[in-house]
């Protein structure tokens, strides 16, 4: 059975589409049992040039569906989607004008723009989400960052698979899913107002900072301490790429390649630049500075260290990348 075949129309009974519901899930089960068959992909994974838009006309005679390249292989899709499962890039939809069906709970979190989501079906745990949930929402399209998924997903809608990282900046993920959605315009015109406003931050910053003053990404959990480069959250999108900021140059060229690593306290000194941005749903500023690994460095001596919470520096949307850089423009010129 193809994706296309297996949507349903509105004309059909109630008992019609829980008989379908019902075959849809059976087959689901099968490729599980069957272990899948599709190589999972780590969603951590660097950029890979296969998940480029390579976007083809319809064949002739279908003027409903489009070729799609795909890292999963090439595939069709609908030419304009209406009911989207957004298991990822739900903040790449938004500024393009599309509200999906559903998409996982922690996404729908995003305090840059949840309450632009009222009626978005919740369809489970990120990364595990609950296929009998999509199977109900009928999507004619699905976006996922992982083909771990991919054979079930497939099974219930098209599945367009972006691994996490391949998009490096809000110009190519709204690029991306403009072309992918025919948005080309809306890309473009959202596209043109966030240059302007992340030009206008990054000029207050430039102004208010030497151009050597070197910064770090980090978070601070219970035991753990990582830092992180420019494209894997907690601020490094709006840092390193937004206000074109550095890390400290013993360590940059490792930490942009890695994107992230975790550190003992003993490394802390070494990663810690002359602003410090961190992570830490536990600890507020003054707790950190009255810690004797932290309140030696020389960022907390001059005040130069910001801490906010997971909830505002985990994203790494557009829309986020966007309030954040404004967020963290206003603290470094204030």
């Known amino acids: 059975m193809t994706a296309r075949s297996g949507s349903w129309t509105p004309g059909r009974t109630k008992r019609g589409k829980g008989w379908l519901l019902a075959l849809l899930l059976a087959l689901v089960l099968t490729i599980t049992a069957c272990g899948g068959g599709s190589e999972t992909t780590n969603s951590h994974n660097g950029a890979t040039e296969e998940a480029s838009a390579n976007v083809s006309a319809a064949p002739a005679g279908n003027s409903e569906f489009k070729k799609v390249k795909t890292v999963v292989g090439e595939i069709e899709i609908p030419l304009h989607p ?82 996490y990282g391949d998009l490096k900046n809000a110009h190519e993920e709204l690029t991306y899913f403009g072309e992918l959605l025919g948005k080309q315009e809306e890309a473009k015109t959202w596209l043109k ?39 894997f959250g907690r601020g ?8 074109g900021r550095k890390p400290p140059a013993g360590v940059a060229d490792e930490l942009m390649e890695k994107q992230w690593a975790e550190l003992s306290p003993e490394m802390v000194g070494k990663y810690a630049g002359d602003y410090l941005v961190i992570t830490s749903n536990s600890l507020s500023l003054e707790e950190l500075r009255k810690d004797p690994l932290w309140g030696t460095l020389p960022a907390f001596k001059n005040n130069r260290v910001y801490v906010w919470k997971e909830e505002r520096s985990w994203y790494y949307d557009p829309i986020a990348v966007l309030s954040q850089t404004e967020e963290l423009a206003n603290w470094l010129a204030g």
Do not use: C
């Open 82 to 163: 209406k009911r989207i499962v957004a298991e990822e890039y739900l903040g790449s939809l938004i500024p393009l004008g599309i509200k999906p069906v559903g998409a996982p709970g922690l996404t729908l979190q995003n305090v840059y723009f949840k309450e632009a989501l009222q009626g978005v079906a919740d369809t489970g745990v990120y990364g595990k989400m609950n296929l009998e949930k999509i199977v109900e929402l009928d999507p004619d399209l699905i976006l996922s960052s992982s083909s771990e998924n991919y054979a079930q997903l497939s099974k219930i809608a098209p599945t367009v698979v972006v691994p």
């Open 193 to 231: 107002e966030y240059d302007e406003r992340i030009a206008a931050a990054k000029a207050k910053v430039d102004q208010a900072l030497p151009a050597e003053a070197s910064f770090s990404i980090l978070e601070v959990a219970d035991k753990s301490i990582y830092v992180y480069g420019d494209n």
């Open 236 to 243: 490094g999108q709006p840092v390193y790429q937004a206000l």
